[in-house]
């Protein structure tokens, strides 16, 4: 079974913290995604990577950067958390379908 | 640009009632259309998909089928229980594998 886990289930930061989701894939999948999800907007792609130390900004980048140093792992990062980032956020991995994790859901007061 | 539209929810229903929640999108070229589905408290799990014009895709009971022609997934169960109350996405991408396109998600609310 193919399993994508992301490194915690809840988070509560303050605003102006510098904060770090990971999110790691067990497939050797080249594709890795982030995702935030928000009630009555559905997902929203915020990057992606289809390779090692490879990145490409998705539909809501503004605000995350991410990493990509092993093929495993795809870090997200909030260079200064704010209050309308709190939300679930979601990784998946994929060769042809994709795999998510259970999501980090980030509270940032 | 490519878009998937979804039924609102939510949807209310009792045990053993026949489901649907209709699903359109808008592609270029010929894309890979999905289902995922929520649990509480969970991640995304794939439900169904459907890779190329009148595939269907089904698992656990669900079924919908690629229709190029009303360029439309439909997701359908003959008789839905308790336990498949959820939020259901449909999804697209362009090219196997790449970043999906999800519709806004629609809440399922069975009761016995």
């Known amino acids: 079974d193919v399993k994508v886990t992301q490194s915690s289930r809840y988070l509560v930061k303050r605003t102006g913290e510098k904060v770090f989701l990971e999110c790691v894939q067990d497939m050797d999948h080249e594709n890795m995604f982030w995702y935030r999800q928000d009630p009555g907007l559905g997902l929203r792609l915020i990057y992606f990577s289809y390779d090692v130390k490879m ?8 605000g995350y950067s991410v990493s990509r140093e092993k093929k495993e792992r795809f870090s997200l990062i909030l260079e200064s958390a704010s209050t309308n980032q709190t939300s679930m956020y979601l990784c998946a991995s994929s060769a042809e379908t994709q795999y998510f994790g259970p999501g980090t859901r980030l509270l940032v007061l | 640009g490519d878009s998937v539209t979804q039924m609102e929810g939510p949807v209310t229903l009792s045990e053993e009632a026949f489901l649907t929640i209709n699903c359109t999108y808008t592609a270029t070229g010929y894309p890979s259309l999905f289902w995922y589905v929520q649990y509480p408290g969970e991640g995304l799990q794939l439900l169904l998909k459907a890779t190329k014009a009148d ?58």
């Open chain 1, 55 to 62: 990145k490409e900004k998705g539909d809501i980048p503004e």
């Open chain 2, 55 to 112: 595939d269907k895709g089904s698992n656990k009971g669900f079924e919908a089928t690629y229709r190029k022609e009303t360029t439309s997934f439909h997701l359908e169960k003959g008789s839905v229980q308790v336990s498949d109350s959820a939020v259901y996405f449909c999804a697209l991408s362009a090219k196997a594998g790449t970043a999906l396109i999800f519709g806004k998600g629609t809440t399922l609310s069975v009761s016995s």
